[in-house]
């Protein structure tokens, strides 16, 4: 029997949570495209890399609390979902954050033993002197940010500059623009490699129009990622992108069965 490659993988693409809004609520300055609003749906998702040797979780949704406030509905409880992954919490997988918004960390607290990797320009902005104005603070919670801060007390918190092997096969790369540390995560698998877009690109139609998000950060470089991206696909680094809250994004791979079918879908065999 051929030993698994330690670095190919099975990503695991969840959706949790949904809702329903307009597009002039998704895209910034709307009216300015000259298009009529309409009706648009956003999903909410985690994502788990797994092969043989190691799990990784990229994300943790919103918590019951983060959701609620905002009126988000909730499909599948994040823990539950991770229970039926078989994700063993308590041992304490690495935990990727790409970005520190409470859609994306409202569940930490189910990995307190966990290392946690974020880029450094994302926790230093959180923990900054700008995290409380108000054109920023609607997207996080207060109590999840304390979480890293904890995180970092305990040592469990690893920052990087502009990109970091997380394990072989598996990189964590800084784009900016949606917030100041918005990362990507790349994933190796026997079906190509995997750019988990996260927020940097919300829709894939935000991506191919170059249609930024209404929250960000920093304009140009939210152009600048789908620039990043683009070379990417292009230069044959990438061979499929995942978009972070479309809700076309599960269609386009391979559906799950059982407990999660119909909320999940997989990219790659998962190595043994």
Same mark, same amino acid.
């Given at each position: 029997?051929?030993?698994?490659?330690? $670095?190919?993988?099975?990503?695991?693409?969840?959706?949790?949570?949904?809702?329903?809004?307009?597009?002039?609520?998704?895209?910034?300055? #709307?009216?300015?495209?000259?298009?009529?609003?309409?009706?648009?749906?956003?999903?909410?998702?985690?994502?788990?890399?797994?092969?043989?040797?190691?799990?990784?979780?990229?994300?943790?949704?919103?918590?019951?609390?983060?959701?609620?406030?905002?009126?988000?509905?909730?499909?599948?409880?994040?823990?539950?979902?991770?229970?039926?992954?078989?994700?063993?919490?308590?041992?304490?997988?690495?935990?990727?954050?790409?970005?520190?918004?409470?859609?994306?960390?409202?569940? =930490?607290?189910?990995?307190?033993?966990?290392?946690?990797?974020?880029?450094?320009?994302?926790?230093?902005?959180?923990?900054?002197?700008?995290?409380?104005?108000?054109?920023?603070?609607?997207?996080?919670?207060?109590?999840?940010?304390?979480? =890293?801060?904890?995180?970092?007390?305990?040592?469990?918190?690893?920052?990087?500059?502009?990109?970091?092997?997380?394990?072989?096969?598996?990189?964590?790369?800084?784009?900016?623009? #949606?917030?100041?540390?918005?990362?990507?995560?790349?994933?190796?698998?026997?079906?190509?490699?995997?750019? =988990?877009?996260?927020?940097?690109? #919300?829709?894939?139609?935000?991506?191919?129009?170059?249609?930024?998000?209404?929250?960000?950060?920093?304009?140009?470089?939210?152009?600048?990622?789908?620039?990043?991206?683009?070379?990417?696909?292009? $230069?044959?680094?990438?061979?499929?992108?995942?978009?972070?809250?479309?809700?076309?994004? =599960?269609?386009?791979?391979?559906?799950?069965?059982?407990?999660?079918?119909?909320?999940?879908?997989?990219?790659?065999?998962?190595?043994?």
């Amino acid at each position: 029997m051929t030993a698994a490659a330690p $670095d190919r993988y099975r990503v695991t693409i969840v959706k949790y949570g949904t809702r329903q809004t307009v597009r002039s609520d998704v895209y910034l300055n #709307h009216h300015l495209y000259g298009e009529p609003d309409g009706p648009i749906g956003m999903d909410y998702f985690f994502w788990l890399i797994r092969n043989a040797e190691r799990t990784i979780v990229v994300d943790t949704g919103f918590s019951v609390t983060g959701g609620a406030r905002r009126r988000r509905t909730t499909l599948l409880d994040p823990a539950a979902a991770f229970d039926a992954l078989g994700v063993d919490r308590a041992a304490g997988p690495p935990v990727v954050i790409t970005h520190a918004h409470y859609d994306h960390i409202g569940n =930490l607290d189910l990995f307190p033993a966990s290392p946690l990797t974020i880029a450094a320009a994302e926790y230093d902005f959180w923990t900054g002197p700008y995290a409380d104005r108000t054109l920023l603070h609607h997207s996080i919670e207060d109590a999840e940010i304390d979480h =890293l801060r904890q995180a970092e007390r305990d040592g469990r918190l690893r920052t990087f500059a502009d990109e970091v092997d997380l394990a072989p096969g598996v990189r964590v790369i800084r784009i900016g623009g #949606h917030t100041p540390g918005q990362s990507v995560v790349t994933v190796n698998t026997d079906a190509g490699v995997v750019l =988990l877009g996260s927020d940097s690109v #919300h829709y894939y139609e935000e991506y191919e129009r170059s249609m930024p998000f209404t929250q960000v950060a920093n304009l140009v470089d939210m152009y600048a990622g789908f620039e990043r991206i683009r070379a990417m696909i292009r $230069d044959g680094e990438i061979q499929h992108l995942v978009a972070g809250h479309d809700p076309d994004t =599960l269609a386009r791979f391979t559906p799950v069965t059982g407990d999660l079918a119909g909320l999940a879908a997989t990219i790659g065999e998962e190595p043994r």
